[in-house]
């Protein structure tokens, strides 16, 4: 099996499983949105997160659940001048000083920002606005 796709999965079966941790200590009877923020050196494909999250998340609190991604552009900061920049794909150059590389300091994220619930109360407003 390809390791992009078991990597994948594997960060989609954790970040359900968090999702699902929280929605249970909130008192959600459902979970309605889920909101994600990727960075852009993870690699991590956001169509395969969503495949990955509907097969888990089948009879779960969070079956049906709105996935919502942020994307996280690359940020770096030179070790040599402290200048903080952008790079596109390999070439991390300074564009202050030139020197190459540099400390990664954003763009590796893939967490749960937040989650939108349903909990009891809710379901009975719903449930009488219909009435």
């Known amino acids: 099996m390809d390791r992009q796709i078991l990597h994948e999965y594997a960060v989609t079966h954790n970040m359900l499983d968090i999702v699902l941790k929280h929605a249970r200590a909130a008192g959600a009877t459902r979970v309605t949105r889920v909101n994600l923020v990727i960075g852009g050196l993870t690699g991590i494909v956001d169509e395969s997160v969503q495949m990955y999250f509907d097969l888990l998340s089948e009879n779960t609190l969070a079956a049906g659940a709105e996935l919502c991604f942020r994307y996280v552009e690359p940020l770096f ?30 763009g590796q994220e ?7 619930v349903c909990q009891k109360a809710d379901r009975t407003e719903q449930e009488d606005a219909r009435t």
């Open 77 to 106: 900061r030179c070790r040599d001048c402290g200048t903080e920049f952008t790079a596109n794909d390999y070439e991390w150059v300074c564009p202050q000083c030139g020197a190459i590389g540099g400390e990664v300091v954003a």
């Open 110 to 116: 893939f967490l749960v920002e937040s989650i939108e």
